[in-house]
T-cell receptor
């Protein structure tokens, strides 16, 4: 689905660096989400947003920052990357509460 | 806290075998239920969803799931699996008035032997 794109697809960064993962959707969906996927943990919600300028913490928000100044964009920033943040990050969007998500292709982040 | 349990972590089947993957959730109110599939190296894709009405829902690629409210379950089934069904399967629950977020199970890895 070309409607939700994540960039970059792969990223290697050093411990302590700031890194931003981008997420862009073209449907004007109200809801957007960031999850991380790790072996043994499934998908865990980092942050979500119900609309522009409205964001809320999920299950594992520590070390992450989000913003949503425009409906279509929902960037995720790791303020000071740690090795425990090595993961695959998925962005998703949905049209309304209770609707299914559409996922982006993911960003594989390695922190060395 | 609400949670979703998928009891099978890894299932191995031969082609043409029948499949049933278990999913249970812990929440007493109204829920929306989903199954997603993730093929190797890809993102999650929606297989099927239940909002209301007929508790037996049919999805893509011959999958179906049955919502049993009394058991808080939403098991995924397929009568005859194919090698191409090899993937990881995630059950998810959406709770009304919780900001649209879904709670995912830990996933079940399905390996189908040709």
């Amino acid at each position: 689905d070309a409607g939700i794109t994540q960039s970059p697809r792969y990223k290697i960064t050093e411990t302590g660096r700031q890194v931003t993962l981008m997420c862009h959707q073209t449907w004007s969906h109200s809801y957007m989400f960031w999850y991380r996927q790790d072996l043994g943990h499934g998908l865990r919600l980092i942050y979500y947003s119900a609309a522009a300028d409205i964001t809320d913490k999920g299950e594992v928000p520590d070390g992450y920052v989000v913003s949503r100044s425009k409906t279509e964009n929902f960037p995720l920033t790791l303020e000071s990357a740690t090795r425990s943040q090595t993961s695959v990050y998925f962005c998703a969007s949905s049209r309304s509460q209770g609707d299914g998500y559409t996922f982006g292709s993911g960003t594989r982040l390695t922190v060395v | 806290a609400q949670s979703v349990s998928q009891h099978n972590h890894h299932v191995i089947l031969s082609e043409a075998a029948s499949l049933e993957l278990g999913c249970n959730y812990s929440y007493g109110g109204t829920v929306n239920l989903f199954w997603y599939v993730q093929y190797p190296g890809q993102h999650l894709q929606l297989l099927l969803k239940y909002f209301s009405g007929d508790p037996l829902v049919k999805g893509i690629k011959g999958f179906e799931a049955e919502f049993i409210k009394s058991k808080f379950s939403f098991n995924l089934r397929k009568p005859s699996v194919q090698w191409s069904d090899t993937a990881e399967y995630f059950c998810a629950v959406g709770i009304y008035n919780q900001g649209g977020k879904l709670i995912f199970g830990q996933g079940t890895e399905l390996s189908v032997k040709p």
